[in-house]
Protein backbone atom coordinates (compact mmCIF):
# COMPACT_ATOMS: atom_id res chain seq x y z
CA UNK A 1 0.00 0.00 0.00
CA UNK A 2 1.73 3.41 -1.07
CA UNK A 3 2.10 5.92 1.38
CA UNK A 4 1.13 9.31 0.41
CA UNK A 5 4.48 11.81 0.31
CA UNK A 6 4.79 13.62 3.37
CA UNK A 7 3.12 17.69 3.29
CA UNK A 8 5.85 20.29 3.52
CA UNK A 9 3.82 22.31 6.23
CA UNK A 10 3.03 21.34 9.67
CA UNK A 11 0.94 17.70 9.30
CA UNK A 12 -0.34 14.28 11.21
CA UNK A 13 1.13 10.83 10.12
CA UNK A 14 -1.92 8.60 10.52
CA UNK A 15 -2.16 4.82 10.59
CA UNK A 16 -3.88 1.67 10.69
CA UNK A 17 -3.99 -1.64 11.38
CA UNK A 18 -5.62 -5.02 10.87
CA UNK A 19 -9.50 -4.77 9.66
CA UNK A 20 -9.52 -1.28 9.86
CA UNK A 21 -6.51 -0.66 7.52
CA UNK A 22 -8.44 -3.43 5.24
CA UNK A 23 -11.76 -2.00 5.62
CA UNK A 24 -10.31 1.75 5.00
CA UNK A 25 -8.03 0.51 2.17
CA UNK A 26 -5.16 2.43 3.22
CA UNK A 27 -2.85 1.69 6.24
CA UNK A 28 -0.66 5.21 6.07
CA UNK A 29 -1.52 8.91 5.17
CA UNK A 30 -0.61 12.45 6.39
CA UNK A 31 -3.15 15.03 7.31
CA UNK A 32 -1.88 18.70 7.12
CA UNK A 33 -2.58 21.02 9.56
CA UNK A 34 -3.76 24.57 9.54
CA UNK A 35 -1.60 27.15 12.08
CA UNK A 36 -2.48 26.86 15.44
CA UNK A 37 -4.94 23.83 14.66
CA UNK A 38 -4.91 21.18 17.26
CA UNK A 39 -7.76 18.78 15.97
CA UNK A 40 -8.37 15.38 18.86
CA UNK A 41 -8.39 11.41 16.98
CA UNK A 42 -12.09 12.33 17.17
CA UNK A 43 -12.53 14.81 15.45
CA UNK A 44 -10.18 13.03 12.70
CA UNK A 45 -11.89 9.91 13.18
CA UNK A 46 -15.14 11.80 11.81
CA UNK A 47 -13.41 13.80 9.19
CA UNK A 48 -11.63 10.94 7.58
CA UNK A 49 -15.17 9.62 7.47
CA UNK A 50 -13.51 5.99 8.72
CA UNK A 51 -15.45 2.81 9.02
CA UNK A 52 -16.73 1.25 11.86
CA UNK A 53 -18.00 2.42 14.95
CA UNK A 54 -15.50 4.36 16.91
CA UNK A 55 -16.37 2.90 20.23
CA UNK A 56 -14.34 0.16 19.52
CA UNK A 57 -11.74 1.33 18.27
CA UNK A 58 -8.47 2.32 20.78
CA UNK A 59 -5.72 5.41 19.67
CA UNK A 60 -2.20 5.88 20.26
CA UNK A 61 -0.67 8.80 20.14
CA UNK A 62 3.23 8.75 19.14
CA UNK A 63 2.87 5.21 20.14
CA UNK A 64 1.36 5.26 23.45
CA UNK A 65 -2.16 4.48 24.15
CA UNK A 66 -4.21 8.23 24.38
CA UNK A 67 -7.55 10.01 25.36
CA UNK A 68 -10.28 10.56 21.95
CA UNK A 69 -10.35 14.13 23.09
CA UNK A 70 -6.52 14.62 23.20
CA UNK A 71 -5.71 17.44 21.40
CA UNK A 72 -3.08 16.48 18.57
CA UNK A 73 0.12 18.79 17.34
CA UNK A 74 2.03 18.99 14.55
CA UNK A 75 4.57 15.64 14.04
CA UNK A 76 2.26 13.72 15.95
CA UNK A 77 1.34 9.96 14.86
CA UNK A 78 -1.61 9.18 15.49
CA UNK A 79 -2.82 5.58 15.02
CA UNK A 80 -6.55 4.27 15.29
CA UNK A 81 -6.23 0.41 16.83
CA UNK A 82 -9.19 -2.09 16.02
CA UNK A 83 -9.92 -4.33 19.24
CA UNK A 84 -6.72 -6.31 20.09
CA UNK A 85 -6.34 -10.11 19.95
CA UNK A 86 -2.24 -11.14 21.33
CA UNK A 87 -0.99 -13.82 23.14
CA UNK B 1 22.33 -14.96 23.75
CA UNK B 2 19.68 -13.65 21.38
CA UNK B 3 18.32 -16.14 19.55
CA UNK B 4 18.62 -14.98 15.33
CA UNK B 5 15.12 -15.97 14.90
CA UNK B 6 13.78 -13.37 17.73
CA UNK B 7 14.57 -9.48 17.81
CA UNK B 8 15.64 -8.07 20.72
CA UNK B 9 14.10 -4.40 21.10
CA UNK B 10 16.04 -1.42 21.57
CA UNK B 11 13.67 -0.20 24.22
CA UNK B 12 14.53 -3.67 26.16
CA UNK B 13 18.84 -2.72 25.93
CA UNK B 14 18.06 0.81 26.90
CA UNK B 15 15.45 -0.64 29.92
CA UNK B 16 18.09 -3.06 30.56
CA UNK B 17 21.04 -0.95 30.91
CA UNK B 18 18.87 1.48 33.57
CA UNK B 19 17.33 -1.36 35.47
CA UNK B 20 21.36 -2.88 35.32
CA UNK B 21 22.00 1.17 37.02
CA UNK B 22 19.22 0.94 39.72
CA UNK B 23 20.81 -2.28 41.25
CA UNK B 24 20.16 -5.74 41.93
CA UNK B 25 16.64 -5.06 42.73
CA UNK B 26 15.70 -4.23 38.91
CA UNK B 27 13.34 -7.15 37.61
CA UNK B 28 15.74 -8.16 34.58
CA UNK B 29 13.61 -8.26 31.79
CA UNK B 30 13.99 -10.04 28.16
CA UNK B 31 11.89 -9.36 25.42
CA UNK B 32 11.70 -10.35 21.90
CA UNK B 33 9.39 -10.42 18.76
CA UNK B 34 10.05 -13.49 16.54
CA UNK B 35 9.39 -13.48 13.08
CA UNK B 36 10.33 -17.32 12.64
CA UNK B 37 9.40 -20.27 14.34
CA UNK B 38 9.51 -19.97 18.13
CA UNK B 39 10.68 -22.64 19.84
CA UNK B 40 9.90 -22.59 23.70
CA UNK B 41 12.74 -25.06 25.09
CA UNK B 42 15.44 -23.42 23.73
CA UNK B 43 14.37 -20.04 24.52
CA UNK B 44 14.00 -21.64 28.18
CA UNK B 45 17.17 -22.84 28.03
CA UNK B 46 19.01 -19.89 26.85
CA UNK B 47 16.95 -17.72 29.67
CA UNK B 48 18.40 -20.41 32.05
CA UNK B 49 21.71 -19.55 30.92
CA UNK B 50 21.16 -15.54 31.54
CA UNK B 51 20.10 -15.84 34.89
CA UNK B 52 23.43 -18.09 35.28
CA UNK B 53 25.28 -15.49 33.63
CA UNK B 54 24.04 -12.63 35.73
CA UNK B 55 24.29 -14.69 38.86
CA UNK B 56 20.39 -14.70 39.46
CA UNK B 57 19.27 -17.75 41.61
CA UNK B 58 15.71 -17.79 41.47
CA UNK B 59 13.91 -20.70 43.57
CA UNK B 60 10.35 -19.82 41.80
CA UNK B 61 9.65 -20.25 38.41
CA UNK B 62 6.75 -20.19 36.50
CA UNK B 63 5.90 -20.80 32.38
CA UNK B 64 3.09 -20.09 29.67
CA UNK B 65 3.11 -21.28 26.35
CA UNK B 66 0.37 -20.38 24.12
CA UNK B 67 0.05 -22.36 21.03
CA UNK B 68 -1.85 -21.77 17.71
CA UNK B 69 -5.41 -23.29 17.68
CA UNK B 70 -6.15 -26.10 15.13
CA UNK B 71 -9.85 -24.68 14.72
CA UNK B 72 -10.64 -21.49 13.36
CA UNK B 73 -13.77 -19.54 15.74
CA UNK B 74 -15.99 -20.98 12.91
CA UNK B 75 -15.14 -24.47 13.70
CA UNK B 76 -13.86 -25.13 10.43
CA UNK B 77 -9.79 -25.99 9.94
CA UNK B 78 -7.68 -23.24 10.60
CA UNK B 79 -4.73 -23.43 7.94
CA UNK B 80 -2.88 -20.68 9.24
CA UNK B 81 -2.80 -17.53 11.72
CA UNK B 82 -1.74 -14.25 11.03
CA UNK B 83 -0.54 -11.62 12.99
CA UNK B 84 0.37 -8.15 12.66
CA UNK B 85 1.79 -6.16 14.96
CA UNK B 86 2.44 -2.13 15.46
CA UNK B 87 6.26 -2.32 15.59
CA UNK B 88 7.42 -0.16 17.73
CA UNK B 89 4.66 0.52 19.97
CA UNK B 90 4.48 -3.42 20.37
CA UNK B 91 8.06 -3.77 21.60
CA UNK B 92 7.42 -0.69 24.14
CA UNK B 93 4.24 -1.93 25.34
CA UNK B 94 5.40 -5.43 26.25
CA UNK B 95 8.76 -3.90 28.14
CA UNK B 96 6.04 -1.73 29.82
CA UNK B 97 3.82 -4.60 30.85
CA UNK B 98 6.88 -6.38 31.56
CA UNK B 99 8.37 -4.30 33.84
CA UNK B 100 4.97 -2.86 35.99
CA UNK B 101 4.06 -7.27 36.60
CA UNK B 102 7.46 -7.77 37.61
CA UNK B 103 7.84 -4.92 40.40
CA UNK B 104 3.88 -5.68 41.08
CA UNK B 105 4.88 -8.75 42.11
CA UNK B 106 8.69 -8.77 43.27
CA UNK B 107 9.94 -10.52 40.48
CA UNK B 108 13.55 -11.20 39.75
CA UNK B 109 13.42 -11.69 36.04
CA UNK B 110 10.80 -11.87 33.14
CA UNK B 111 10.94 -13.33 30.07
CA UNK B 112 8.32 -12.63 27.14
CA UNK B 113 8.87 -14.18 23.38
CA UNK B 114 5.93 -13.51 21.19
CA UNK B 115 5.70 -14.84 17.48
CA UNK B 116 4.59 -12.41 14.90
CA UNK B 117 3.50 -13.15 11.05
CA UNK B 118 2.35 -16.16 9.46
CA UNK B 119 2.06 -19.45 11.87
CA UNK B 120 0.31 -22.88 11.62
CA UNK B 121 -1.66 -25.12 13.75
CA UNK B 122 0.18 -25.80 16.87
CA UNK B 123 3.02 -23.61 16.71
CA UNK B 124 4.18 -21.22 19.79
CA UNK B 125 2.38 -18.12 19.73
CA UNK B 126 3.78 -16.52 23.17
CA UNK B 127 6.02 -17.75 25.67
CA UNK B 128 6.09 -16.04 29.20
CA UNK B 129 8.28 -16.98 31.99
CA UNK B 130 9.31 -15.72 35.42
CA UNK B 131 11.52 -16.22 38.03
CA UNK B 132 10.71 -15.49 41.65
CA UNK B 133 11.44 -15.76 45.24
CA UNK B 134 8.29 -17.60 45.60
CA UNK B 135 6.07 -19.75 43.77
CA UNK B 136 3.09 -17.78 44.04
CA UNK B 137 4.60 -14.66 42.47
CA UNK B 138 6.07 -16.21 39.86
CA UNK B 139 2.34 -17.31 38.99
CA UNK B 140 0.46 -15.03 39.47
CA UNK B 141 3.25 -12.36 37.65
CA UNK B 142 3.15 -15.43 34.91
CA UNK B 143 -0.93 -15.10 34.83
CA UNK B 144 -1.32 -11.47 35.05
CA UNK B 145 1.51 -10.45 32.30
CA UNK B 146 -0.19 -12.75 30.03
CA UNK B 147 -3.44 -11.11 30.49
CA UNK B 148 -2.12 -7.68 30.25
CA UNK B 149 -0.24 -8.60 26.91
CA UNK B 150 -3.27 -10.04 25.27
CA UNK B 151 -5.35 -7.23 26.02
CA UNK B 152 -2.94 -3.70 25.49
CA UNK B 153 -0.08 -5.26 23.58
CA UNK B 154 -1.02 -4.63 19.70
CA UNK B 155 -1.28 -7.66 18.02
CA UNK B 156 -4.25 -8.49 15.88
CA UNK B 157 -5.17 -12.23 14.65
CA UNK B 158 -6.58 -12.85 11.70
CA UNK B 159 -7.01 -16.68 11.03
CA UNK B 160 -7.24 -18.27 7.65
CA UNK B 161 -8.65 -21.05 5.89
CA UNK B 162 -8.84 -23.55 3.94
CA UNK B 163 -11.00 -22.15 1.50
CA UNK B 164 -8.91 -18.99 1.17
CA UNK B 165 -11.00 -17.18 3.27
CA UNK B 166 -9.96 -15.24 6.60
CA UNK B 167 -11.49 -13.23 9.40
CA UNK B 168 -9.33 -11.01 12.09
CA UNK B 169 -10.45 -11.74 15.00
CA UNK B 170 -12.08 -8.81 17.08
CA UNK B 171 -11.02 -10.25 20.70
CA UNK B 172 -9.31 -12.72 22.87
CA UNK B 173 -10.80 -15.71 23.62
CA UNK B 174 -12.54 -16.58 27.24
CA UNK B 175 -9.65 -16.85 30.29
Known amino acids: MAVDPAPLGPHLRLRLFASLREAAGWGERHW ?8 TPRQLWQALALPGELLTIRV ?5 FASLDTPLQAGDELA ?3 PISGG | MSSPSCRRSVVAEVSQALAASAGDRAPLLRIDLCAQPLLPWQQLQRWQLLLLDRGLIAPAESQFIGRVRPLAGDGSPLTRLELEHYPGMTERQLQSLAHAAAVRHGALAVLVQHRVGHLAPGEAIVLVAVAADRRGPAQRCCQELLE ?28
Open chain 1, 32 to 39: PLAAAEAP
Open chain 1, 60 to 64: AINQQ
Open chain 1, 80 to 82: FLP
Open chain 2, 148 to 175: ALKHDAPFWKREWRQDGSSDWLAGNTPL
